[in-house]
């Protein structure tokens, strides 16, 4: 029963997930680790980090962890646990392999109406807030402790953060370099 409801699951996160991987990230969360509670916050924010290193869309990357997860959770191993991975990821593709296909051919009809052009500019702050949750939905005390808790490891985790957000903003830092320099920062200052 856990594939109907992965597949159902990441069907609906495929179909309403405008923004792409990192816009889908809160959706994800919300259903894996709240609604359906297939996973832990921490078991989510692993998954979310092992997504941005590993080669692909953030999106796929996280249906296909949070489906193997979600299956080995519930007490299935090996093949079980790939096949609720293949489940999740053929199920968030799925819809836009559909609507990609109906889009294609009613865009290249109607692309000059206005409707259409005033449709995609009202598309754009939402796309920004779905960003903007995926960012404070990981702002957790998982990921940075609290003061009152670990002090050195919150204060360590902002300066990382704020690092990385002025490197990669302004100083125009490599995305990939700066990931592992924050890799590397957290391993030698915080263990």
């Given at each position: 029963m856990i594939y109907l409801y992965l597949f159902i699951t990441f069907f609906e996160i495929g179909l309403f997930g405008f923004g792409g991987g990192y816009g889908m990230l809160s959706l994800i969360q919300t259903e894996v680790v709240v609604n359906h509670h297939w996973l832990t916050t921490a078991e989510f924010t692993n998954i979310v980090a092992i997504s941005q290193m590993t080669p692909g869309p953030?999106?796929?990357n996280s249906a296909t962890y949070c489906g193997y997860t979600a299956v080995s959770n519930a007490g299935f191993s090996g093949w079980m646990a790939v096949l609720g991975?293949?489940?999740a990821t053929f199920a968030l593709v799925l819809p836009s392999?559909?609507?990609?296909i109906i889009i294609s051919k009613m865009f290249l009809k109607y692309m000059n109406h206005p409707v259409v052009e005033y449709a995609?500019?009202?598309l754009r702050p939402a796309v920004v807030g779905l960003l903007a949750a995926a960012t404070l939905l990981l702002m957790t005390p998982e990921n940075f402790s609290?003061?009152?808790y670990n002090p050195w490891q919150f204060y360590i985790s902002i300066a990382l953060f704020v690092a990385t957000f002025v490197g990669?903003?302004?100083?125009?830092?490599?995305?990939i370099l700066?990931?592992?320099?924050?890799?590397?920062?957290?391993?030698?200052?915080l263990y």
């Open positions: 953030v999106g796929i991975s293949v489940t392999l559909i609507l990609m995609f500019i009202g609290t003061p009152g990669t903003k302004w100083v125009k830092v490599n995305p700066m990931i592992g320099l924050a890799a590397f920062a957290g391993l030698i200052v």
